[in-house]
Each structure stands twice: as structure tokens, then as C-alpha cells.
């Protein structure tokens, strides 16, 4: 199982990036995919998550109509759409897939994702 995240970089407050996870070695569709997040001096967090079966989608509030989350199973890729970013969007930012915890119902929770890439950082100035 590998999950490579990418697409992270310098942005100033108010501008936009495009993180992009390409996953292999499991049946991708089978699976939901989870963007992670871990700031200096904090704990991780879950930024947006995925469903692998009807495509739904969770949020944290903090990130709320300014991220969006896809799914492209053909091309075994999540992308997350960060918009508006903000000096606390500061993170290392890391996709994740839950092979041995999945359920049937969506949870953006770190501890219930068992395989995780590698992260990306994402630095966005004031």
C-alpha cells in the first residue's frame, strides 16, 4: 500500500493550492481516503475526508466552504482544492486510507486511518 501526497508549497494569505494523493497496492475504490493535517506543536486533525461508496464528504468546520475534497477512482487520486488560505492553514498535510478500519458510514477521524502518506507542507504566509 503507498498513498503519495504532493502539491504543497509558499502561498500567501488569501491564495490557493491543490493537493493531489495518487494511492497504490490496494483496491482504491474500496476505501475511504482522509486529508490530515499536523501544525507545529499540535495534534493531528482531520481537514476532509471521503467516502468510497456514495462519494460523501466530511469537513472540519474550520476549513468549511474554503477546501474541497474529490475523488477520481479511475486515476486512483484525491485531490483537496485549498482555497482562501488562511497563516493557520500552516501544516504538514497527509492522506491517509482506512484498509483495516473501514466501515460503512464516513468518520474523519486520524485514529481510524491505518495508511498514510507521506505528507506534504503546505506554508501560507501573512
Known amino acids: 500500500v503507498q498513498l503519495q501526497a504532493s502539491g504543497g508549497g509558499l502561498v500567501q494569505a488569501g491564495g490557493s493550492l491543490r493537493l493531489s494523493c495518487v494511492a497504490s497496492?490496494?483496491?482504491?475504490?474500496?476505501?475511504?481516503i482522509g486529508w490530515f493535517r499536523q501544525a507545529p506543536g499540535k495534534g493531528r486533525e482531520g481537514v476532509a475526508c471521503i467516502s468510497n461508496s456514495d462519494g460523501s464528504t466530511y469537513y472540519a468546520d474550520s476549513v468549511k466552504g474554503r477546501f474541497t475534497i474529490s475523488r477520481d477512482n479511475a486515476k486512483n487520486t484525491v485531490n483537496l482544492q485549498m482555497n482562501s488560505l488562511k497563516p493557520e492553514d500552516t501544516a504538514v498535510y497527509y492522506c491517509?486510507?482506512?484498509?483495516?478500519?473501514?466501515?460503512?458510514?464516513?468518520?474523519?477521524?486520524?485514529?481510524?486511518?491505518?495508511?498514510w502518506g507521506q505528507g506534504t507542507l503546505v506554508t501560507v504566509s501573512s
Open positions: 497496492g490496494f483496491t482504491f475504490d474500496d476505501y475511504a
Open positions: 491517509a486510507t482506512d484498509i483495516k478500519t473501514h466501515t460503512d458510514y464516513l468518520v474523519c477521524h486520524y485514529s481510524l486511518y491505518d495508511y
